[in-house]
């Protein structure tokens, strides 16, 4: 029953070519072929994502949630904060 059968309306050795498998190409091919392909490069992968879950939520708020914008000296900008070094002081940065 496995035998190759020509399907009609093209001549045998000119049949259209399939689509690549959805797993081997694109942003799910590249996922699994660079970060899924081993177990260590599971972990590592895992890993990864947990430290950057860990670091860049508290690093947004200390720069831009928690900052102070406008203060006229450092002890006024520690003393809008409500612990000192809470956030970030960007009442001394000025642009040119």
Request: hydrophobic fraction near 45%; proline fraction near 10%; include cysteine.
């Amino acid at each position: 029953m496995a035998q190759n059968q020509a399907i009609p309306g093209y001549t045998p050795g000119t049949h259209p070519d399939l689509p690549p498998p959805v797993r081997t190409t694109g942003m799910v091919g590249w996922v699994r072929t660079n970060l899924l392909s081993s177990p260590l490069n599971i972990a590592l992968t895992l890993f990864s994502i947990w430290l950057l879950w860990s670091i860049v939520p508290p690093a947004f708020n200390w720069v831009l949630t928690d900052a102070i914008w406008s203060a006229d000296t450092r002890k006024e900008c520690w003393a809008l904060m409500s612990a000192p070094r809470d956030g970030a002081c960007w009442a001394f940065i000025r642009g040119s």
